[in-house]
């Protein structure tokens, strides 16, 4: 017995001895910082280094979340189309870096000095971006002719919940729907700005959701249900607030599911959130939370979504036929100045086409109204997919129509430059 108990000690002894070696020993963070900009400027210098045609096609990705809107298009573009391109991106752990794609050269330039220099001097026939504010704060347009192209990550309005000036610096713009057309052309016009290409895309990520719906049951209509709740980040978000709490508790009460899937920012802003609400609500089988992005389980199996302003619920509505409870947070306005454009958001005007309105006073009607939204699953899916064929270009074929649109672009800057 005491043996046993002095190899315990041995071993506690050991292992504290071993963590305060690696402590003690382990490179000081201004080392790793000197060894990551060493590098993303050893990439920067691979890049710069290729021949003028392997760099006709550049795409950037500030991280891993950007890459299921890049994904349909970069995909039509290295297979049927044959084209090659490079991919920049800010993320170490982009999965893009360890591609096996022959067709795709990547390439980790950060978030740095490194990332500031290169844009200010590359040099590219198209440029890809889903980075609104180009221009507006320290990632320039090149000093050199490049053709820039705006990709969109949201079906949201242009004028509202995007700085004033997001898109100005880009020359085409990939538009998911008809509202983009008109909320840009207006824009044009009440600032006097010079005509941008506007082409017709879509939006790959709602096109990913629909084919995989075919491999998930729908819902039981009469089963227990499951609820989603995907809110958006920061002054609007319910679950930044008092409000989150408060409505799983509703939920939780009659006895649902409840899946909390949270925005990456949130979880970067508030880190402890997640160990917060776990230890609040230890009924796991009942209460999830989903940090990870790629999770899709829970928008195929859930009934309904909660949502306030966040874009995930067109992706939700569009690519599922299933409605949202929208809780009525204060709107994200980004710029003060969208009412100068005469033109209702469409993050107004898609509430009425897909769900309802739950007023933060009122969570204890939440019940109530998902009841109420879930009643006839086939009637409410009609409604959503008139809005869809009325709101976005190219269902099920954006990824085909922006390889075309891209690969057009550089053939057509590519003569003009020669």
């Known amino acids: 017995m005491l043996l046993g108990a002095n190899r315990g000690w041995v071993r506690g002894r050991r292992d504290r001895l071993a963590q305060s070696l690696a402590a003690r020993y382990a490179p000081p963070p201004m080392f790793e910082s000197i060894k990551r900009f060493r590098r993303e400027r050893a990439d920067k210098q691979r890049f710069k280094a290729l021949p003028d045609a392997e760099r006709e096609i550049v795409f950037y990705a500030e991280g891993p979340q950007d890459w299921p809107h ?4 970069v995909e ?51 440029f890809v971006m889903t980075l609104p504010d180009l221009e507006t704060y320290h990632l320039k347009r090149s000093a050199y002719p490049v053709h820039y192209a705006y990709l ?13 000036g997001a898109f100005d610096a880009y020359d085409t713009i990939l538009c998911v ?13 009440v600032y006097g700005l010079k005509p941008k290409t506007l082409l017709e895309h879509g939006y790959g990520r709602l096109d990913a959701v629909l084919e995989q719906a075919g491999s998930f049951p729908e819902p039981d209509p009469i089963a227990r249900r499951h609820v989603l709740l995907a809110p958006s980040w920061g002054e609007c978000s319910f679950i930044e607030t008092a409000l ?61 979504m909660i949502s306030d302003w966040s874009g995930a619920s067109y992706e939700y509505a569009y690519g599922r036929g299933r409605p949202v409870l929208f809780v009525n947070t204060t709107p994200k306005i ?5 009412e100068k454009i005469a033109l209702t958001p469409r993050e107004f ?13 009122q969570l204890d009607r939440a019940v109530e109204k998902i009841e109420r939204l ?10 959503i997919m008139d809005s869809l064929r009325k709101w976005v270009f190219n269902v099920g074929e954006s990824g085909k129509v922006g390889a075309e649109i891209i690969a057009g672009l550089a053939d057509r800057e590519g003569e003009a430059d020669g």
């Open 244 to 304: 989150g709490e408060q409505l799983i508790r509703v939920l939780l009460a009659v006895g649902w599911r409840v899946t909390l899937r949270l925005h990456p920012m949130t979880v970067r802003h508030h880190p402890a959130l997640v160990d917060d609400l776990e230890r609040q609500f230890p009924e796991r089988d009942d209460f999830r939370v989903v940090t990870d992005m790629k999770e899709q389980a829970s928008l195929h199996t859930s009934h309904i």
């Open 76 to 126: 039509h573009l290295t297979g049927p189309l044959g084209r090659s391109l490079c991919y920049l991106t800010s993320a170490e752990d982009d999965p893009l870096l360890s591609s096996d794609n022959p067709r795709i050269r990547p390439f980790c330039i950060g978030s740095g000095s490194v990332r500031t220099i290169l844009f200010r001097e590359i040099q590219a026939t198209v």
């Open 334 to 338: 980004n710029n003060p100045e969208y």
């Open 177 to 189: 729907g008809p509202h983009h057309v008109d909320e840009i052309r207006k824009t044009e016009a």
């Open 152 to 164: 969109f990550h949201s079906i949201n309005s242009t004028h509202m919940v995007y700085r004033k």
């Open 374 to 383: 879930c009643a006839d699953p086939g009637a409410f899916r009609e409604r």
């Open 70 to 73: 890049f994904a349909p298009i």
């Open 349 to 361: 005007a898609i509430r009425d086409e897909v769900g309802d309105v739950l007023q933060p006073d």
